[in-house]
């Protein structure tokens, strides 16, 4: 990346999209507010990036045939539409302004979704279109235009696809409302060997839903990991803080705790897949996992990661000693290493004034020196996506406190969402006892299929399961799609084979649930607060019930009467009664 400020060029007319739109508005507040250098060793940029308007996406699709209105006629599946655009050509003008405006550009690529509909407030459609990430490093400048024009391609498909179409189908949009501009940008990070990756990637949100001890909601929250953001984005493990109060520790109350829960692996682009097959159901295969050997051999383990000391256990914030790494920040959060929390809070408080709304923000941090230690490190923060955070209604009195524990199917103190919902009588749950990760994939197909089938028969329900629903890692829940659960009113984390994970809080599917209107509960007693007692299932009465279908590992109920949920979003408690004729049991 280049020290310069970056700037959005737009190729072609229409509009940018609402993520280019952001972009856009981020880099006038950065100049206008001189946030762009305000913190020594941290100036904040936003990356080079191309825009293709949506005027393309609608010439591009009207002339193979993919226009909505057509398609209303047809039942194409998403794969046929994505090999119908794959083999049509963009249009002459449009692939001749690319290839010149990519020769300008350095490193990898990504090319992401930019649609009309997409972060708003209200439907902000996270990660529900396609992203891909390209190495961009072929020798030929012909294959690398190649590559660029059938990503973009790709995402236009993307915009007609099964995912789009349940999400638009659960909004007051059409599918003939959409348009999709894409966005290509530069990728924040550098190359070590034949891994590409920014030292630090995270979220940050103006609206902190679990607030613990001094923190409160209107200061915000932000989640870091080490490499790629697909970690954070998608559910995985990532560390939360507030960027008020960087220095009230890690996410876990202890370092026994935090040993179990850090970041084991992280996410790099593989330099080496420099061609990608666009056909294949995982496209964006370029992606790797790689080890924290991995970092700390790169050099930039150094500023993220701490040593266990197993004979005091203790942590020891250096990579000095023998033992087990562990991804804490302390060096930044801790130590201050990097003014990242004041930015972060500054970005977050201008931004929100600016556009009137909380809002989130997608960012990474790139190393320019001192990545074999903490002295003299210097980094650019890189803003990488801006959008109001989706909106939480809270109006009316919902009472949650006072219930008696017998006429509860579940309750907590952490849940987002508020409202009374009726009507709910069907419960899908993943049966209690151990999951091995290796059958997550194969349970989320599961769910989804038995989604479908309710769906068409318009019948909502609560889902109650271990870990994250929606993560990317098997290891931390169960890595359904958003379409494969858009029928639940509700959803329910509950601890994964003993393990108390932190909720998904920064993740696209996190942001769609809220967007959907759904209540989200989460049962982890991960804070270890005393009233962490108040969050339960009843697992003896829910497994009593007469199962309507079931598998090995999924049961589905249908009560004879419906379920009371209550939703309190003012003070983050729900409760779900059990049907009355049922409470006397």
Request: charged letters at 25%; proline letters at 5%.
């Amino acid at each position: 990346m280049g020290k310069e400020r970056a700037t959005v060029l737009r190729l072609g007319r229409g509009s940018l999209g609402g993520k280019a739109r952001g972009l856009v508005y981020a880099s006038e507040l950065l100049a206008r507010h001189g946030l762009d250098r305000r913190f020594p060793g941290l100036p904040i940029r936003v990356p080079r990036s191309l825009v293709i308007p949506t005027e393309e996406y609608e010439r591009f699709m009207e002339a193979c045939g993919m226009s909505p209105w057509r398609l209303r006629a047809e039942q194409a599946g998403g794969d046929e539409l994505l090999l119908r655009a794959l083999s049509a050509p963009l249009r002459g003008e449009l692939s001749d302004r690319l290839g010149a405006a990519l020769r300008q550009l350095r490193g990898p690529l990504a090319v992401r979704s930019s649609s009309l509909l997409e972060d708003g407030q209200r439907y902000p459609f996270a990660g529900v279109y396609a992203t891909y990430m390209l190495t961009n490093n072929y020798p030929a400048a012909a294959v690398r235009l190649r590559q660029a024009e059938s990503a973009v391609k790709a995402v236009f498909a993307s915009a007609l696809g099964h995912d789009a179409r349940n999400y638009i189908a659960a909004t007051p949009f059409a599918l003939e409302e959409e348009r999709m501009a894409v966005l290509l940008q530069e990728v924040v990070g550098s190359a070590h060997g034949g891994r590409f990756y920014p030292a630090i990637s995270g979220v940050a949100l103006s609206i902190n839903d679990y607030a613990v001890g001094r923190q409160r909601a209107e200061e915000g929250v932000a989640l870091l990991a080490l490499g790629l953001g697909h970690g954070v984005a998608e559910g995985g493990t990532a560390l939360r803080f507030s960027p008020a109060h960087p220095r009230m520790g890690a996410q876990l109350a202890t370092a026994r705790e935090l040993l179990a829960g850090s970041q084991r692996n992280f996410v790099a682009l593989d330099l080496r897949r420099a061609l990608l097959d666009f056909t294949l159901p995982e496209a964006d295969s370029a992606l790797v996992r790689c080890e924290l050997s991995d970092a700390e051999a790169d050099g930039t383990l150094a500023l993220v990661g701490s040593t266990w000391h197993a004979e005091s256990e203790l942590l020891r914030d250096d990579l000095l000693e023998p033992g087990p790494r562990l991804v804490t920040f302390n060096a930044i959060l801790k130590w201050g290493a990097l003014p990242l929390a004041e930015a972060l809070c500054e970005l977050l408080h201008h931004l929100a004034d600016g556009l009137g709304s909380p809002v989130e923000l997608e960012f990474a941090l790139e190393l320019s020196g001192g990545t074999g230690g903490w002295n003299g490190v210097e980094a650019a923060l890189y803003l990488l996506q801006v959008r109001p955070q989706s909106e939480r209604n809270v109006a009316g009195r919902v009472e949650t406190r006072g219930l008696p524990r017998e006429a509860l199917l579940c309750a907590t103190d952490r849940s987002v969402g508020h409202g009374l919902i009726e009507g709910v009588r069907d419960i899908v749950y993943v049966k209690p006892g151990a999951l091995d990760a290796r059958a997550a994939r194969e349970l989320a197909h599961e769910v989804g299929a038995l989604n479908g089938r309710l769906h068409l028969e318009e019948r909502p329900y609560v889902l109650i399961g271990p870990g994250r629903w929606g993560s990317s890692d098997p290891s931390l829940g169960i890595p359904v799609r958003w379409g494969q659960i858009s029928g639940a009113r509700v959803v329910v984390e509950t601890s994964y084979n003993g393990r108390e994970l932190p909720p998904s809080q920064g993740s696209h599917f996190f942001h769609n649930l809220i967007a959907a209107r759904m209540g989200y509960l989460s049962l982890s007693h991960q804070d270890r607060l005393e009233s962490a007692e108040e969050r339960f299932v009843d697992w003896a009465w829910l497994v009593a019930r007469e199962r309507f279908g079931e598998s090995a590992r999924l049961a589905h109920v249908r009560l004879e009467a419906p379920l009371e949920i209550r939703l309190d979003g003012r003070a983050g408690r729900a409760a779900i009664l059990k049907p009355r004729r049922a409470k006397a049991e």
